[in-house]
């Protein structure tokens, strides 16, 4: 598969994929933030994307899948939750096995799932969905004026993206917008933020979030809007056999008691993969 640079992104001709990882603990709950002691990232606005940590793919396990067309994945005790567009489903991870499925409302656009406190959240273009965690089950459901490209929990709040640098942030007992942060890195400026997956760094919320178009994912400061952290793909979307240009990745999760590796998977992508970031030396 070919793939061409501009501006430090590669993209494919045949499938724009991202993918998303984490080196670091997964959405443990932070302590509260004091801002006046707060020691954010030492990589400023107008510094270079080089000054932040790199990260690259290690491909630890590919499970066969049905190529749904994935839009957001969740761990959710055992099994991995899946939004497929047209079915929510509870599936086993290393076999891919579906356990249990609902419908959901049809819908334009794309979509996010989040577990939090009060249920999983199911936030779609049109629509916000709390569902029953294990059954998958509507509890209720209200408008939705924002687009949903991503969605995850950082412990205190949900972490919504739009498809662009703008990260919405929601309160995770009813999902009305509270605040937002901006990706403040220059590098990044540009950047159309998809599939998310919060973190804890140091004890305070990060996220890594999917570079659409490009086979970068990058984490967000949430107190600073500074990118800090930055990982190469490559070794994901070169193993995956892309259909179509919508081909990109759709969900990312953690791997149950491993701190350090990821479930992902993408739009139509014949695998489930279990990676691990591993920093650049």
């Known amino acids: ?3 061409l640079c501009v501006n430090g992104f590669r993209y494919r001709k045949l499938a724009l994929a ?7 603990t997964a959405c443990s709950t932070p302590p509260a933030m004091d801002l006046a002691t707060y020691s954010p990232p030492t990589t400023s606005s107008s510094s270079s994307e080089s000054t932040s940590r790199r990260f690259h793919v290690r491909v630890l396990e590919r499970v066969r899948t049905d190529r749904a067309d994935a839009q957001g994945l969740e761990l959710v ?4 939750v899946e939004d497929t567009g047209r079915t929510i489903r509870a599936v086993a991870p290393t076999t891919g096995a579906v356990r ?16 939090a406190p009060a249920g999983l959240w199911h936030i779609t273009t049109g629509l916000t969905i709390l569902r029953d965690p294990v059954t998958l ?14 969605l995850c929990h950082d412990g205190t709040r949900l972490v919504q993206s739009d498809g662009s640098t703008r990260l919405l942030l929601r309160d995770h007992e009813t999902a009305a917008p509270i605040g937002e942060v901006q990706v403040a890195t220059r590098e990044w400026s540009t950047a159309r933020l998809g599939e998310l997956h919060c973190v804890t760094v140091r004890g305070y919320p990060q996220v890594w979030a999917v570079v ?15 990118v800090t952290a930055v990982a190469d793909l490559t070794a994901v979307t070169v193993a995956e056999q892309p259909t179509g240009r919508d081909d990109v990745i759709g969900g990312i999760t953690a791997v149950s008691g491993a701190g350090d590796e990821l479930w992902l998977t993408g739009r139509h992508y014949g695998h489930h993969y279990r990676i691990r970031l591993q920093p650049q030396v």
């Open 212 to 226: 659409t178009g490009t086979d970068w994912l990058i984490r967000v400061d949430l107190v600073t809007g500074i």
């Open 18 to 24: 991202a993918l998303l990882a984490s080196a670091t």
């Open 1 to 3: 598969m070919n793939s």
């Open 77 to 80: 005790g055992e099994v991995l």
């Open 137 to 150: 089950a509507e509890r209720r459901r209200t408008p939705e004026a924002h687009e949903s490209w991503g």
């Open 100 to 115: 249990a499925q609902q419908e959901v409302p049809a819908v334009r656009g794309r979509s996010g799932i989040a577990l």
